[in-house]
């Protein structure tokens, strides 16, 4: 690999284990050390009606460790039955979901947050071993888990309707929020605590019950959520998960008639492919997909702020995130001060053991990823791109990756990367820099780094992207936001607000007296 010489720090200064998602934060949360489980891990079956389903005859798959290879749990692979079973479940339980109270079901989404709590070191554990997160990104999960299931029990107050004119003497006219039934929920592999809890959350907290179809790599993830649900409360029925391949039953599930609406998390190629299944049906979808996110660099930019949101951004959890600011567009009046510190800190970024709390990279989740990664830098080298840090890997790590000299025409720049690789490009003026970051196929979260509100402002009308954030990094996550992208990056938001109207449907009722 190509190693440039690296020029000194430019009186860039930043503290490396700070920028990080600082683990230390939530000690409060966690005890400072989870160690490995050592128990062989039993079967996982089918969650369905609140108990386990399926016979130790069935198929299995065994979800693997991406840092060593061993197998850290096994679990049935389900068929077209086993999703059949999960709907009629489901279905079943739809009416007497839809007839808890708010109260009933604000006491179970707490109490599932409490539980959340108490079991964190479960939790981080499992997000360790199952999907390589190092322990600050688990962390950071937990606690993003447990404010959304607090959050979504708000929305159980929320649920309210209107009142309306009429054009008809004495007549009232009434709009009711209804839950839609049963929910199919997808999610992807890299934050299934996350996506799993919000997904199930939004669901219940809206009266509806649920089928989750979790990704292959997290079956003991989502099996333990499912269990920490069931303890909190929640009905018979209204929550359940079948596990398999998403290529197998996907369609199965998404295609079931009594299957009222999709929420699905992951890439767009397999989106896409739910969205046409659900648009031919005529059933609702929303879509959380990737993106090619970039993070722009003014010249009245705090450069070490921009530093530190682009570490942040492009790094974390080896930058296997939605969000991740994969692409990096500085004014060339900053540029070189800008590579020169970026560089110096993405070099220092620890590989050391993912359960230390400065780690900031760990395994990519499998080999196919690495071969990809390792085909796109092959690619964008061979075209003239220069690798400034990184490029070597220690197993299934790739070293923090910072690359310049890149064009249009090599992959990387407009793939998702899914890996620690950054791009770095300079642009001459803000104009150059939106259209920059504009050519993108689909932008799922931008930053904008300037000491001009009126041009950071420019960038939210400008920029095709439904999330920005001024002078910070693309990576933000809040229950309450409307939360999603457009095009190759979603359809449709998740959120508290927007949830109300995705998980629920309108019922106009009008009352006249006799
Ligand atoms: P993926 O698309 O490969 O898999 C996602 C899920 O789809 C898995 O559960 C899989 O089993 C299932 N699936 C596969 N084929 C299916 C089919 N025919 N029908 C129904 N389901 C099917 O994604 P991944 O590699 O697990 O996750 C990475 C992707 O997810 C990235 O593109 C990332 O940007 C995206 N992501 C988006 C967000 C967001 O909020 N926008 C969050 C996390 C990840």
Known sequence: MLLQALPPLANVPIEIPLLLIDARRFAPFLSSRTESSTVKPSL???????????????????????????????????????????????????????????????????????????????????????????????KMEIEIATRLLKANAGITRRLTGRTYPSDIQGRWSLGFRRPIGVVAGITPFNVPLIKGVKQASTSLATGNTFVWLPSEHTPAIADRTARLF????????????????????????????????????????????????????????TLELGGKNPLVVLSDAD?????????????????????????????????????????????????????EPTTMIGPLIDSQTCDRIRERLRQAVERGAKICCGGQWSGNRLHPTVIIDVDEDMLLLREEIFGPVVTVEGANDVDHAINLAASAPGILSAAVHTASLATAMEFAQRLPTAMLHINDSTLQQEPEVPFGGDGASGFGREGMETALDDFTRWQWVTMRGV
Request: hydrophobic share 40%; net charge negative.
């Open 44 to 138: 996982i079956r089918h969650w369905i009606d609140a108990k386990p389903h399926g016979t130790e005859s069935g198929r299995r798959f065994q979800s693997v460790n991406p840092e060593d290879g061993t197998v850290v749990a096994e679990a049935l692979r389900g068929g077209a039955d086993d999703v059949d079973k999960a709907v009629d479940a489901a279905h079943r339980a739809a009416e007497p979901m839809a007839q808890t109270t708010p109260s009933e079901r604000e006491t179970i989404l707490l109490q599932a947050a409490a539980l959340l709590q108490r079991d964190a070191d479960e939790f981080c554990d499992l997000l360790i071993r199952e999907i390589g997160s190092p322990i600050g990104k688990a």
């Open 230 to 285: 069931h303890e909190a409360g929640v009905p018979p029925g209204a929550m359940n998960v079948v596990f398999g391949d998403g290529s197998e039953i996907g369609d199965h599930l998404v295609s079931d008639a009594r299957v009222a609406a999709v929420t699905f998390t992951g890439s767009e190629r397999v989106g896409r492919h739910v969205q046409s299944i659900c648009g031919a049906e005529g059933k609702r979808v």
């Open 303 to 355: 450069l070490p702020t921009a530093i530190q949101a682009a570490i942040r951004g492009g790094f974390i959890y080896q930058g296997q995130i939605c969000m991740a600011s994969s692409r990096i567009i500085v004014a060339r009046s900053v540029y070189q001060a800008f590579l020169d510190g970026f560089v110096a800190a993405a070099s220092g970024l620890s590989l050391g053991p993912l359960r």
